[in-house]
């Protein structure tokens, strides 16, 4: 009877342990896939494209809808980040920021990472033409093809790599403004600028993270800052003109009628902040006052775009 009783408990044993095996892969495969997407890029990708969705006029809080739109919009960007990460396999391995990620690393195979790239990609835009409408479904095609295959392996090419990589990064912007317009007809003015706005602030945001980043990138042969000499005073002037051009961008959604005058102040103080940022980096040319233009960014992009939608007009 003992023995019958020690043979049972070393089944079951055996049992929880093959179950918790398996839940503990089941829970490492989610998390690469969520490395795989790099879900907090594509989150602040969606966030952008919900944001301008709610901004098109006489467009309101259609929960179904906007749930709908988030999925859509995280399958095309994931589908766009998971075929980057299959394409930068090798120099991702040899960059200390991305040597984890799971294709680099060798958890996940190439193949798979296409695979899924193809399934989520073609869902996603499906789905922008299944439930909004054929020119939000075309535009999310079209940025998601320039972000992987002409952005991504143009980076090791030239620096005009970030000027191409502006286009999918903005786009979202207009891909919700779009998608806005489902139950009637399509007015191109308030994407365009809402994308605009989103193009220009690329600048300064992304080549504050080159230069931090600039040992990494150089180590693999991306060509990221405007300066082939890399951090210069010229990669910082480029970061002040385009803060620059920002101010009277950040006018327009006031003028064509998308928001209100307290917008537009918020959108010029933002801008002048994004500039006084962007001059301290000229003046002390240091990896601390690139991070600040950094980290600028980052909070400047929500402030604009939930000003925007808090003063909306129509």
């Not at 090798?90 to 960059?95: E, I, K, L, R």
């Not at 191109?188 to 706005?197: N, R, S, Y």
Request: charged fraction near 10%.
């Amino acid at each position: 009877m003992g023995s019958f009783n020690h043979r049972s408990s070393e089944v079951m044993g055996k049992a929880i342990n093959t179950s918790a095996s398996s839940s503990f892969a089941i829970v490492a495969k989610v998390k690469d896939y969520f490395q795989l997407i790099k879900f907090t890029l594509s989150f602040t990708v969606v966030f952008s494209c919900v944001i301008c969705f709610l901004l098109a006029p006489g467009n309101g809080y259609d929960l179904k809808m906007i749930i709908i739109l988030f999925v859509a919009g995280m399958l095309v960007s994931g589908s766009a980040n998971a075929i980057n990460q299959a394409v930068e396999k090798d120099t991702d391995a040899q960059m200390k920021r991305t040597k984890s990620r799971p294709v680099a690393d060798g958890r996940m195979s190439q193949q798979e990472a296409y695979t899924f790239a193809f399934i989520a990609g073609v869902i996603g835009v499906f789905m922008m033409w299944y439930f909004f409408n054929l020119s939000s479904a075309l535009v999310s095609a079209f940025s998601l093809f320039v972000y992987a295959y002409i952005y991504t392996p143009l980076k090791t090419k030239n620096s005009i790599a970030v000027l191409v990589g502006g286009f999918p990064g903005a786009l979202p912007c207009l891909i919700g403004w779009l998608a806005g317009f489902y139950n009637q007809e399509i007015s191109w003015t308030g994407g365009l600028i809402l994308f605009a706005i989103q193009f220009l602030w690329q600048f300064p945001h992304f080549w504050a993270i080159a230069w931090v980043a600039h040992s990494d990138y150089t180590k693999v042969g991306f060509k990221l800052l405007p300066s082939a000499k890399g951090p210069t005073k010229f990669t910082a002037l480029q970061a002040i003109m385009y803060s620059v051009l920002m101010i009277p961008v950040g006018i327009l959604p006031y003028y064509f009628q998308l928001s209100g005058q307290v917008s537009m102040w918020i959108l010029i103080a933002c801008n002048l902040f994004m500039v006084f940022q962007s001059v301290r980096l000229y003046k002390e040319m240091d990896v601390k006052a690139a991070r600040r233009v950094m980290f600028s960014s980052y909070i400047y992009l929500p402030i604009v775009l939930l000003a925007l939608l808090a003063d909306k007009l129509h």
